[in-house]
């Protein structure tokens, strides 16, 4: 697509259910990673692919954050169990792998736990 | 430790009139890329403008310049001729080569353009 497209644009939901949210990065790009944008901050690194594997992982904030690539496009954000505290609007961007690597970010999925 | 400090929680400026948005950088990595982003009201950040550790000139882009100032560690945003439209959170990210690929961002600074 011409655009990181992500989606839901919102979503909400109860304590203790379980979500997904879904990511469909540029046509073409190799990279992608999820950041999470609590309110008043910066974004905030979740994690990273390279095609269909996780690459650095290291930002997911505990086992109930889960994602998977696995064609090496669509990805998908799995939060267990959700917590009032992973209410944030949970942003994707995608890369090529040349130069720079800029990030092309998607308008983000809005999550609020109730 | 905070990788990327920018102190400046909000700004104002005039329409027509140039601003700086300070940004400063903590690494020990020789090979590092910097970059700032806009994010409008509604939410999408639009990347502006790119810096690399080893590039000998300022990076500019029509109304976007960035001052890199390496051994002060600051890679501070000047817009030019302010717009409306130029009203935003404007962050400051790094990447360090040697650490992966994963971009740290500051906090961010709020533009407010005013006629």
């Known amino acids: 697509g011409a655009g990181v497209s992500q989606t839901p644009s919102n979503k909400v939901t109860e304590k203790g259910k379980y979500v997904e949210l879904r990511c469909d990065p540029i046509s073409g790009h190799t990279a992608l990673y999820w950041y999470r944008q609590s309110l008043g901050q910066g974004p905030e690194f979740l994690i990273y692919f390279q095609g269909t594997g996780a690459a650095d992982d290291s930002g997911l904030p505990n086992d109930r954050f889960f994602a998977v690539r696995p064609e090496g496009s669509v990805s998908t954000l799995k939060i267990q169990r959700t917590e009032r505290g992973d209410s944030a609007v949970y942003l994707c961007?995608?890369?090529?792998?040349?130069?720079?690597?800029?990030?092309?970010f998607g308008a983000g999925s809005r999550l609020t736990v109730l | 430790a905070q990788k990327i400090t920018q102190t400046q929680p909000g700004m104002f400026v005039q329409e027509k009139e140039a601003v700086t948005l300070d940004c400063t950088y903590d690494t020990s990595d020789p090979s590092y890329g910097l970059f700032w982003y806009k994010q409008p009201s509604s939410g999408e950040m639009i990347f502006l403008i790119y810096?690399?550790?080893?590039?000998?000139q300022n990076a500019t882009e029509g109304r976007y310049s960035l001052n890199f100032q390496k051994a002060r560690k600051s890679a501070n945003l000047v817009i030019s001729a302010s717009q409306l439209g130029d009203s935003a959170m404007y962050f400051c990210a790094m990447r360090e080569w040697d650490s992966g690929y994963a971009l740290n961002f500051g906090k961010g600074t709020s533009l407010l353009v005013t006629p």
């Open positions: 961007a995608s890369s090529s792998v040349s130069g720079a690597n800029v990030l092309t």
């Open positions: 810096q690399g550790s080893y590039d000998q």
